[in-house]
């Protein structure tokens, strides 16, 4: 019997990963324009795919098609990263509230578990890029563990918007100790299914997380990243 092949990327998912790739390292600079064809040479792609990309990218909130000019890079504003928060908090309480009230056990919990120890782990080693890779593990799988397809889908959509911002400002804000406690607290309420200390945590974590993220790109004027 013959194994299961994977398939392999299409043009489109190539392009779409490339291109947003490029966008958080900056290659593609926030206000920039690019004509399609531009980006199709540069990816070694048709136009084709790279316009169905950008129709994905731009329900993620990372560019604008505009007709007959191509393609242009957003920015982030303060503003924009407030309403993101805004909705990514109500997404992500509700997330805990369902998993407290779900009564899961410690094999379920054991993704969310694994992603605090390596945000532990990564601070000790004085490694924040490992530290925000654990933390979008952790943001993730509590979502996940919602059950609830609609919240995780709207989750995925709006996440990039904030690791990029986070990007930016990540060797900027103070050792974040204080969300590592924050995650500890929350799981420890999913846990022990105590559903509304689970909501009251996570909220008061992720408008922490706001305030700091919005006040860096203020202050740093990151009106354009």
């Known amino acids: 019997m013959k194994s299961a092949q994977t398939k392999p990327p299409s043009n489109t998912q190539r392009a779409f990963h490339s291109l947003r790739d490029m966008i958080f390292a900056g290659e593609l600079a926030p206000g920039s324009d690019h004509l399609e064809s531009e980006l199709a040479v540069r990816l070694g792609v048709s136009r084709t795919p790279v316009r169905e990309a950008a129709l994905m990218l731009e329900s993620q909130g990372l560019l604008e098609l505009r007709p007959r000019k191509g393609v242009r890079i957003l920015p982030i504003s303060p503003e924009d990263m407030a309403e993101i928060y805004d909705v990514l908090t109500e997404l992500e309480s509700l997330a805990a509230r369902c998993a407290a009230e779900l009564s899961l056990d410690d094999s379920q919990l054991a993704p969310l578990a694994t992603a605090i120890d390596d945000m532990d782990r990564a601070l000790d080693a004085n490694d924040l890029e490992s530290w925000a890779k654990a933390d979008d593990r952790f943001h993730g799988e509590l979502v996940h563990l919602s059950c609830n397809s609609r919240v995780i889908s709207i989750f995925e959509m709006m996440s990039d918007q904030v690791r990029r911002a986070r990007k930016v400002t990540l060797f900027m804000r103070p050792m974040p100790v204080k969300s590592n406690e924050d995650h ?23 408008q922490n997380a706001k305030k700091m993220i919005v006040d860096l790109l203020k202050k740093h004027r990151l009106l354009n990243v």
């Open 184 to 206: 500890r607290e929350v799981f420890e309420a999913i846990r022990s299914g105590d559903a509304n200390l689970a909501v009251s945590l996570h909220r008061a974590h992720r």
